[in-house]
């Protein structure tokens, strides 16, 4: 494809939104676990007694209220994820000729967005499938997708960057746009969040929910009268071990491991937050300064949904005050975490009301340590 590389402004033209309709409530979720506690204090009382085991903690609706801001979260399992006997999803596995579980539900929110944006999939030159977590490692759950839809031309690729993964989706797509290799590129986030959760862990077990999201980024030459234009794209990462998931292939040849289900999300959760704010703070203030942009003048963040005073913590320092539920619009209270899908949901629910020339932010941040910022302007 060649085109007049000058022209070719990317844009966000469409966005769609996958959402599980199965909730669980903190009410549920701490009943459910308790449960499970009281049976594993009763069933280890002897060695809670004699020191050689450490007795569980009830969880409480305050505590992680008080810990997240997160209310609730939508689930594709839930009755598996409350029973106190499993305390986790359960899919049936599916033969090799079924669209996979992650595909399935990216391929609603691609097509979604591509309703939304009166667009049709043969006018799409790209896939990129950017979540936390993969089902498999090949064939590509994007070149999935992209048969699912009925794409017969193009590419597709998967990529993983945590939390971040929507965003640095966003900016290889923009670049796609850019260079004038595609012309329309949709970024689809598949986030099934709660199987990599330890729903048996009092400090975690309520942080994430399931969801998809996609974005449509295309040439501004061919997308529709409402759309964002992208004015800038920042990425940074910083290795960090303070958010891990150790699960993957070579779990099955280590000795020590090989027979260990345990390979799930842990966090420092105390560390992120004290590292990752002020890394993200200063990120975005440095990309605006680059962009020429007054951060102080956003109209609007839509910022990663994992904690809300992260949130609160990082708004405040990019605006210059605490922003209020209008600047920073929140989903974490009723989506919790879902990863790379949180702050495309904050935009999707909350970017209608905007006017042209309105300025806004979408940024993302978690593991790795990654980040991404994405300035755009309603047009």
């Not at 590509?140 to 597709?156: K, N, P, R, T």
Request: hydrophobic share 40%; glycine share 6%.
């Amino acid at each position: 494809m060649t085109s007049n590389v000058s022209s070719n402004i990317p844009v966000i033209s469409a966005t769609g939104l996958f959402t599980p309709n199965q909730n669980i409530t903190n009410e549920e979720l701490v009943k459910s676990f308790n449960h499970y506690v009281d049976k594993f204090n009763t069933e280890n009382a002897d060695d809670i007694a004699a020191g050689t085991t450490e007795a569980l903690t009830h969880s409480s609706v305050e505590f992680i209220e008080k810990a997240s801001g997160i209310k609730a979260r939508n689930v594709l399992d839930k009755d598996n994820i409350l029973n106190p006997d499993i305390m986790s999803p359960l899919f049936p596995e599916r033969p090799d000729e079924e669209l996979s579980i992650l595909a399935e539900i990216g391929v609603k929110a691609a097509k979604q967005a591509l309703d939304n944006a009166g667009r049709d999939v043969s006018d799409v030159d790209a896939i990129l499938c950017a979540c936390s977590n993969m089902q498999r490692a090949y064939p590509a759950i994007a070149v999935e997708i992209q048969d699912a839809l009925g794409m017969e031309d193009g590419f597709g690729f998967d990529m993983n960057v945590a939390c971040s993964s929507a965003t640095f989706g966003i900016q290889t797509a923009a670049d796609y746009i850019r260079s004038g290799n595609a012309k329309s590129v949709l970024v689809v986030s598949p986030e099934i969040t709660s199987a990599h959760l330890n729903w048996r862990d009092r400090d975690s077990h309520f942080i994430f929910g399931d969801v998809a999201t996609a974005v449509l980024v295309e040439s501004k030459t061919i997308a529709p009268d409402n759309h964002w234009e992208i004015l800038g794209t920042k990425l940074k990462t910083k290795f960090s071990n303070n958010i891990r998931n150790n699960f993957g292939f070579l779990n099955r040849t280590s000795p020590e491991t090989r027979d260990d289900p345990d390979k799930l999300f842990v966090q420092e959760g105390r560390k992120v937050f004290k590292e990752v704010v002020p890394m993200v703070a200063t990120m975005i203030g440095e990309h605006a300064k680059h962009l020429n942009i007054d951060p102080t003048k956003l109209r609007r963040l839509w910022l990663h949904q994992a904690n809300a005073g992260m949130n609160r913590l990082i708004a405040q320092r990019v605006l210059g005050h605490e922003a209020n539920a209008d600047e920073s619009p929140t989903v974490l209270d009723s989506y919790a975490n879902t990863s790379s899908a949180g702050s495309i949901i904050a935009f999707h629910r909350h970017n209608a009301d905007l006017a042209v020339n309105d300025l806004g932010l979408i940024c993302s941040f978690g593991a790795g340590y990654s980040a991404g910022s994405v300035f755009v302007r309603k047009s």
